[in-house]
């Protein structure tokens, strides 16, 4: 069962992601596609891992995503992997072919055998960005965040702290 969590920065979407996914019985890994590439962000990391209970085995992949989940899917339960959108920009500073990895990990979505919850931002609701980078990646992301809510069981909006199933 794929599960779809979307939400503006700080909505609370990752919270709920882990209040869920936790919820659910059996052997739990995390997926984070976070860089510490500043002390901001390796401040945000580390408030991350403390939210997570200990039983959470933990993978920092920021690029192969869908050979880790490929790798890990039958020794886990559930999986989070938080989040998309970070995966995004970090695939955006690679050569690699950014459509050709979203199509990838959508194909491996429709095959995995435990219970994943995929954390994402939904970035299209606010002002059109003024330079080109900006709005490949804007677009980029709304086309990942279709093409995953697609796939997904379950999709749920987070907003100010409260999810909203759509689907």
């Known amino acids: 069962m794929i599960t779809f969590i979307i939400g503006g920065a700080r909505s609370g979407k990752s919270s709920f992601a882990l209040q869920k996914a936790s919820a659910l019985p059996g052997s739990k890994a995390y997926i984070a596609t976070a860089q510490a590439l500043d002390n901001e962000m390796k401040t945000r990391i580390e408030k991350h891992r403390k939210e997570r209970p200990a039983e959470w085995a933990t993978f920092e992949e920021p690029l192969n995503i869908s050979a880790l989940i490929k790798d890990v899917q ?37 095959t995995v055998h435990c219970s994943l919850f995929a954390v994402s931002n939904e970035v299209g609701m606010g002002l059109v960005p003024d330079n080109e980078l900006s709005r490949r990646f804007r677009d980029m992301a709304g086309y990942l965040n279709q093409k995953a809510a697609e796939i997904s069981d379950d999709v749920y909006l987070v907003t100010a702290g409260i999810p909203v199933k759509i689907k």
């Open 74 to 110: 039958d020794k886990y339960d559930v999986i989070l992997l938080d989040c998309l959108t970070l995966w995004l920009s970090n695939i955006m500073l690679t050569d690699k072919n950014i459509e050709k990895e979203i199509e990838a990990f959508c194909s491996l979505l429709s």
